[in-house]
C-alpha cells in the first residue's frame, strides 16, 4: 500500500525506457551487444533470471510453452511511452481510455490523459483534487464516478470523502456532494437499477470504515445503515443475477449482501486469503466467479464458485503454471481469461513476466510469450475494442511510464467477421437485427462490459451471451440480456465470434436502464448522449 517515490522527472524515465529500446529488452543476445555494459548485464539479469524460472516448470508430460505462432500464442507489441502512470484506467465508451495516478508534475491533484488507441494520442485532462486511490465505476450513460481519493495529512493512508464525475465527452472532471466518511482503496459496485453501491476503504482517520454508502444518479449519496461491516481494502463484490451482491475476497469468508433487506448473508470459506489476487466472473456465466493467485507468499491456486448453485462452495480449479501476485484478470472475447502481470515477491520484487489463459470449458492455463517489463503494484489491463489488450504502468522503475500492447493469438487467425450494422440501444429481452457479411459463419454474439480497474480490481467486467438466429442473408437476429441484473445498464462492446474463435472489432451499444433519474435518463434516453462512435 506504501506510495512509492515518483522517479525524477517523466523525461528521465523515457530516457532510461529509450536506452533500454535501443538495446532490445529481452531480444536476442546479438542484438544487445552494442549495449552500455551496466544495461547488458541488466538485460542478461532479467533473462537468465526468467530462464530459471520457466526450466523450473519444465518438468517431464508438462510442455512449457512461451513461443510459438501468433496464431497460437499473441505477440507483444514494443514498450510505448506513456504521459501519466496508469494505476487507474478505464475504457470508456468514446473508445479512448482514461488513465490516472497520483500528483506527478499537476501540483493541485492527480495526473490524469485520454488515450486514443485508434491514433495513439493523450489528451490531458488532470484534475484539481488526488484520486489516487479512489473507487471507481461506470454509470448507464457512460459516464464514470469515482469515490474516495487520498490526503495524507495527519496519517499516511488518509482517504478522503470526495466524489467525482467525469464525463468523456466533454472530457470534464466535475466534482460532487462529499460522501459521509473519508474512504482510500474503496470498492464502487455498479447496479441493476443504475445506482453505485460504495464500500470499504481507509477513512479520514487512517482506519477502515465499516460505512457503506448508496450514489444515486442525479439525486445524491446516502449511507446504507444496514450495509455497515469492515471489509479488506479493494474488496472484491460482484454483482449477481438475483440482485445480491456478492464478496468473494481477498478475505477467505465469501459473503451475500442485499440491498433491499440490507442484510449480509455469509455463504462458504475459500481456501486462500487472496491478498493481491484477483476475481472475474467467469465469461457467459452472471453467477459464477474465478478467483486466481494472490497471498502472502503467492499462490498458484484458483478455484471457482457458483452462486447459482443451491448451496454455493468453491471448488478448486486448474492452478496457474506460475505463482503471482498483483495481476489482472482480463475476460476476451473469445471467453477466455489473460491473466498477466504480477510477481512473487512484494511490491515490485521478482516479477513475473509470463501471461498465461484460462480457458473456463476446458479448465486449463496455457502460458504465453512473455513481456518486457515488470508489471506488478499499480499496473493495469484492459481489454480494447479492437481485441487487443493494454498492460501498463507499475510505479517503479522502467515500467512507471510505460504501456505495451498484447495482440491475443485470434487476431492471426485469419479474417475477422465485420459487423456492418447494429443499433446504438437495446433494450433487455428484446430483439434486434445486425448484420454482417459473415453471418453465415458465426457462432456467438455477446457483450463485454469496459473495464474500469485499479490494484487487481476489475469487478465490472462481465461477457454476456447473446441468443440469435440466422435470419437470412446478412441479418442476424439477436436478442437483448433477460434483466439489468445480468448485465447493468450502461454501454457495452458487441462482438461477433466466428467458429474458429475469432472475433469482430467491436460495436459500441448502450442497455437501456430501468430506473429513471432526475439528470435526464428517461425510458433508457438520456438528452446529452448519443451513440458513442
Not at 20 to 37: E, F, N, S, Y
Not at 303 to 322: C, K, M, Q, V, Y
Not at 382 to 388: A, C, F, H, Q, S
Not at 471 to 477: M, N
Request: charged share 20%; aromatic share 8%.
Amino acid at each position: 500500500m506504501r506510495r512509492q517515490a515518483p522517479p525524477p522527472s517523466p523525461a528521465g524515465a523515457r530516457r532510461r525506457l529509450l536506452g533500454l529500446l535501443i538495446c532490445a529488452l529481452l531480444a536476442a543476445p546479438p542484438a544487445a551487444t552494442a549495449c552500455p555494459a551496466h544495461q547488458r548485464q541488466l538485460l542478461a539479469a532479467d533473462r537468465a533470471a526468467l530462464k530459471a524460472r520457466l526450466e523450473g516448470l519444465a518438468v517431464p508430460g508438462k510442455p512449457l510453452v512461451v513461443a510459438g505462432p501468433a496464431a497460437e500464442v499473441g505477440r507483444w507489441g514494443p514498450v510505448e511511452d506513456w504521459p501519466v502512470t496508469p494505476i487507474h484506467s478505464v475504457l470508456l465508451p468514446t473508445g479512448e481510455v482514461l488513465a490516472y495516478s497520483y500528483p506527478y508534475e499537476n501540483p493541485r491533484g492527480s495526473d490524469a490523459t485520454l488515450w486514443d488507441p485508434r491514433s495513439g494520442t493523450f489528451t490531458p485532462v488532470d484534475m484539481e483534487r488526488d484520486l489516487f486511490c479512489s473507487g471507481h465505476s461506470l454509470l448507464p450513460d457512460g459516464r464514470l464516478f469515482a469515490s474516495g481519493g487520498n490526503n495524507p495529512v495527519g496519517c499516511e493512508f488518509r482517504g478522503t470523502a470526495d466524489a467525482h464525475l467525469f464525463d468523456p465527452r466533454r472530457r470534464r472532471w466535475t466534482r460532487l456532494e462529499d460522501m459521509a466518511v473519508g474512504r482510500w482503496y474503496p470498492t464502487n459496485v455498479a447496479l441493476g437499477d443504475g445506482r453505485v453501491v460504495i464500500t470499504a476503504g481507509l477513512g479520514d482517520d487512517c482506519e477502515p470504515t465499516p460505512v457503506m454508502e448508496l450514489y444515486t444518479p442525479g439525486e445524491g449519496i446516502e449511507v446504507v445503515r444496514g450495509g455497515r461491516r469492515e471489509l479488506a481494502l479493494y474488496p472484491r463484490l460482484f454483482l449477481l443475477s438475483s440482485g445480491l451482491i456478492a464478496h468473494v475476497g481477498p478475505e477467505a469468508d465469501t459473503w451475500t449482501f442485499d440491498l433491499e433487506s440490507e442484510r449480509w448473508q455469509h455463504v462458504t470459506h475459500s481456501r486462500f486469503y487472496r491478498w493481491d489476487g484477483s476475481a472475474v466472473l467467469v465469461p457467459g456465466r452472471t453467477d459464477e466467479v474465478l478467483a486466481v493467485g494472490g497471498g502472502d507468499p503467492p499462490v498458484a491456486g484458483a478455484e471457482r464458485i457458483d452462486f447459482g448453485a443451491a448451496a454455493p462452495r468453491w471448488r478448486p480449479t486448474a492452478s496457474l503454471n506460475l505463482a503471482r501476485a498483483h495481476h489482472d484478470l482480463v475476460i476476451l472475447p473469445d471467453r477466455t481469461v489473460l491473466a498477466v502481470g504480477g510477481g512473487l515477491d512484494g511490491l515490485y520484487g521478482d516479477p513475473v513476466f509470463v501471461p498465461e489463459l484460462y480457458d473456463p470449458e476446458a479448465e486449463t492455463w496455457t502460458l504465453l510469450p512473455p513481456h518486457a517489463l515488470g508489471r506488478m503494484y499499480h499496473s493495469t489491463s484492459v481489454l480494447l475494442p479492437d481485441g487487443r489488450v493494454l498492460v501498463a504502468g507499475q510505479d517503479d522503475g522502467l515500467s512507471t511510464f510505460t504501456a505495451e500492447l498484447y495482440q491475443p493469438a485470434y487476431l492471426f487467425r485469419g479474417p475477422r467477421p465485420q459487423i456492418a450494422g447494429a443499433p446504438g440501444l437495446i433494450g433487455y429481452g428484446s430483439s434486434f437485427t445486425l448484420t454482417s457479411p459473415q453471418a453465415a459463419e458465426i457462432a456467438a454474439v455477446s457483450l463485454v462490459a469496459p473495464s474500469s480497474v485499479t490494484h487487481s480490481v476489475n469487478v465490472g467486467q462481465r461477457l454476456v451471451d447473446l441468443p440469435f438466429v440466422r435470419a437470412g442473408g446478412e441479418r442476424l437476429r439477436v436478442t437483448g440480456p433477460v434483466g439489468p441484473n445480468h448485465a447493468p445498464p450502461g454501454y457495452y462492446m458487441l462482438f461477433l465470434l466466428d467458429g474458429d474463435g475469432v472475433p469482430s472489432v467491436a460495436a459500441w451499444l448502450r442497455l437501456a436502464p430501468g430506473a429513471v433519474f432526475g439528470d435526464g435518463f428517461e425510458g433508457g434516453r438520456l438528452s446529452a448522449w448519443s451513440r458513442a462512435d
